[in-house]
């Protein structure tokens, strides 16, 4: 796995769980966060992208590409995000950092929708990007939920170059 790309991997996770905290605090107070919960956000910002990239990274979800996600990778996720709001809410009150309660919960629900929502997105224009280029037609019902399609080669593409994808 090259660097740039593990950069790019937690780049979008930790601006996935950092958009899930302000709009959970959004949520919370109606879009409109009074001033003096700005320090509790800030607070809660650092400490869930601390910690929830640290559980992406216990997890292993750093090492399998997006596109290859499966339903046993979004039960890790649920995982993940279970440990990281877990963990951050007791840091959080440790510090007593003054975030109302129901923001975790909220926090905890978008982090895990929009995370999954990112792997989910990046599945589907996988499979609609591969399959595009190179057909597939399925033997049967059955056989297309078990992932098993037989290739067909449009003009110009060969079966092997179509596997490639």
């Known amino acids: 796995m090259s660097s740039a790309r593990l950069f790019a991997v937690y780049l979008i996770e930790a601006l996935t769980v950092a958009v899930a ?5 959004g949520l919370r107070f109606d879009f409109n966060v009074p001033a003096g919960y700005v320090p509790a956000l800030k607070s809660a910002l650092i400490v869930w992208v601390v910690i929830k990239l640290a559980a992406f990274r216990l997890l292993g ?3 399998r590409w997006a596109r290859y996600a499966s339903m046993a990778d979004f ?3 649920a995982a993940c995000n279970l440990i990281g709001s877990g963990v951050g ?3 959080l009150v440790v510090l007593r950092s003054g975030v109302p309660r129901t923001v975790y919960v909220i926090d905890f629900l978008l982090c895990f929708t929009l995370a999954a929502g990112t792997r ?7 499979d609609a990007v591969s399959s595009s280029a190179c057909g597939y037609e399925p033997q ?3 056989d ?3 992932g098993r399609c037989r290739f067909y080669a449009p003009p110009g593409y060969s079966a092997e170059s179509c596997a490639a994808l």
């Open 21 to 25: 905290g302000v709009i959970a605090f």
């Open 61 to 63: 979800l750093d090492r």
């Open 75 to 77: 039960l890790r996720l």
């Open 89 to 91: 809410l007791a840091v």
């Open 120 to 126: 989910a997105g990046t599945r589907i224009v996988s």
């Open 140 to 142: 049967e019902d059955a």
């Open 144 to 146: 297309l939920w078990r």
